[in-house]
Each structure stands twice: as structure tokens, then as C-alpha cells.
């Protein structure tokens, strides 16, 4: 995937679907650490349990990503 986002000259990436606790974290991280602009549309991913979702969000990827939703990613791509 980074070959093709580097051809592209592609430096943003929006990450969503499941196991936000564990595989989105670890995207975002992920590309963060390779210098990616992260999105984690909160509402476009989910887990086993609210909790685990809502730790994820609130604090594990707060660091590494912007959080937002699905509605602001969408406008924001608009402009």
C-alpha cells in the first residue's frame, strides 16, 4: 500500500472498518510513524464492545490521528 499511496504522491490517509481497538489503531499508528496524515472517522469503525471503542477514540488515538466522523471527513474532501 505505500508504494502505491508514494506513486501517487498520495500523504493522507483515511482509516476505517473494524476492531477499532486493535487494526485501526494499529494503521493509524502506522502510517503516523511513517509520516502519514491520519483520519479515523469514528463513526465508520467499531469493536467487540462500546468501551473498548470509546477508550480507542478518547485516548489511544488521539495521539496519532485526527478522530472525526464520517459527516466532516466527507465536507472537508468537499472543499
Not at 3 to 10: E, H, S, Y
Not at 38 to 65: F, G, K, R
Request: hydrophobic share 50%; charged share 20%; with cysteine.
Amino acid at each position: 500500500m505505500e508504494t502505491v499511496l508514494k506513486a501517487l504522491g498520495r500523504d493522507v490517509v483515511i482509516v476505517i472498518g473494524a476492531w477499532t481497538n486493535m487494526s485501526i489503531e494499529h494503521t493509524a499508528r502506522t502510517g503516523a510513524d511513517k509520516g502519514y496524515f491520519m483520519i479515523v472517522p469514528e463513526d465508520a469503525c467499531s469493536t467487540m464492545n462500546a468501551e473498548w471503542h470509546i477508550a480507542s477514540v478518547n485516548y489511544a488515538l488521539q495521539n496519532v490521528a485526527v478522530v472525526s466522523d464520517v459527516e466532516t471527513v466527507i465536507a472537508a474532501t468537499r472543499t
